[in-house]
Structures are given as structure tokens and as C-alpha cells.
């Protein structure tokens, strides 16, 4: 059972590039989340599916986008990366009701520089 | 404004002692509390969880307890183990399914 499966693990970007994190689920969960870990500052929430074809913004939204492709999919794009967006990304899945644990990737390193 | 503060960043304690790590949160509506581990380079686990209905839950090693008129979550760890180093989250359940956690604590267990 895979899980949460987080693509790619590890990338470099240079400012100004844009990328695509992809996330997947074989769960058959119905809430996906991206988040963000920094040093000193926790996970940040930055955009979570409630459901198939909803989206809503987190904490710190500003310079993502997702898409919630299908049930299984939740994508997290930087359309033009800064340095201020290196950090490690998390995707987590979750049933729907809200007394349940949420399931995390191994995450993805990225470097903007 | 954080909603959910662990206001100790780092914990060590001796093999065998109890570890307590601290949570305070800010909004009464809560009503699902959780505790994660992380280990470096790998994503957060699911430790314990706890309902609002409830003012503990236990777990082998490892005791939520939640006081509610404090607005204060803790996690318990007896006896710790060399093992149990890691980074510790809690975590709320917000509106809406979203789910906020807090700063981390870094809890360090020496043999």
C-alpha cells in the first residue's frame, strides 16, 4: 500500500522558473492538503481539497496554485518561483469527516535560487 | 495570528523519564486535537488524537490530555526512549476539514 506518494523528491529551480509538485493517493481520501516546512516555523498549510473539485486557500497561499485533478490527484504549481518559496513540501490526505488522522508523503525538497 | 502554538522549541530529557510537550490553542470551536512525529527527512506521522468530548486518551506510551478552559493540549511520553528524539506537532482540527498545526518541538532523548 503506497500511500501518499510525493514526485520529485528533490529539485533545484532557478528564480523565475515555474514547476509542478504532484501528489497522489490510493486511500480513496476525500480531503487532500500541501504544506510547507521552514525552520522554526511549523507546517504551514498553503491549499487543501475538502472534497473532489473544491479548493481553499491555507495560511499562506500567495505565489501556488493547486489543482484537485481527480479524486486520487492534488497538484501544487509555483508559477514563478523565489527564493522565499525554498523550503520542504508536504502533501497529506485524509477521510472526509473531521475526527480522522491525515495521512503525510515523504515530502519534496525544493531549492530556488 | 497563530492559532496553534507549541511554545517550546526544544525538549531533552533522560532515557526512562516522562517527556511532557505543551500545546496551546486559541479558538474554543475546536473539536479534534492530534500529535505527529517527524523523524529528519521523512513526512509526519500520526502519533495520538483526542476529541473535544474527552479530557484524555492514552496509547501505550503516549497520554493526550486535553484541558479545555485552558485552551492547552500535552502529550505524555513514560517511560522515553532514545527512539522517541523527533520533532513533535500538534495539530487542530479547524473549520471547513482544514487542518492547523503548530510550530514543533524538538524533543531529544539521552541514553
Known amino acids: 500500500n503506497a500511500g501518499v506518494t510525493q514526485t520529485p523528491k528533490f529539485q533545484v529551480l532557478k528564480t523565475g522558473q515555474s514547476m509542478t509538485l504532484q501528489c497522489a493517493q490510493d486511500m480513496n481520501h476525500n480531503s487532500m492538503y500541501w504544506y510547507r516546512q521552514d525552520p522554526g516555523m511549523g507546517l504551514r498549510l498553503i491549499y487543501y481539497?475538502?472534497?473532489?473539485?473544491?479548493?481553499d486557500k491555507g495560511e499562506v497561499p500567495n505565489g501556488y496554485n493547486v489543482s484537485r485533478l481527480n479524486k486520487r490527484e492534488f497538484s501544487l504549481r509555483l508559477e514563478s518561483a523565489a527564493p522565499s518559496q525554498t523550503s520542504v513540501y508536504f502533501c497529506?490526505?485524509?477521510?472526509?469527516?473531521?475526527?480522522?488522522?491525515?495521512?503525510f508523503g515523504q515530502g519534496t525538497r525544493l531549492t530556488v535560487v | 495570528d497563530q492559532q496553534v502554538k507549541q511554545n517550546s522549541p526544544s525538549l531533552s530529557v533522560q532515557e526512562g523519564r516522562i517527556s511532557i510537550l505543551n500545546c496551546d490553542y486559541t479558538n474554543s470551536m475546536f473539536d479534534y486535537f492530534l500529535w505527529y512525529k517527524k523523524y529528519p527527512a521523512e513526512g509526519p506521522t500520526f502519533l495520538i488524537s483526542?476529541?473535544?468530548?474527552?479530557d484524555k486518551n492514552e496509547d501505550g506510551r503516549f497520554t493526550v490530555f486535553l484541558n479545555k478552559s485552558a485552551k492547552h493540549l500535552s502529550l505524555h511520553i513514560v517511560p522515553s526512549q532514545p527512539g522517541d528524539s523527533a520533532v513533535y506537532f500538534c495539530?487542530?482540527?479547524?473549520?471547513?476539514?482544514?487542518?492547523?498545526f503548530g510550530g514543533g518541538t524538538r524533543l531529544m532523548v539521552k541514553p
Open positions: 483526542i476529541s473535544s468530548i474527552k
Open positions: 497529506a490526505s485524509r477521510r472526509d469527516t473531521s475526527n480522522t488522522e491525515a495521512f
Open positions: 495539530a487542530v482540527n479547524n473549520a471547513g476539514n482544514m487542518l492547523t
Open positions: 481539497s475538502a472534497s473532489e473539485g473544491t479548493t
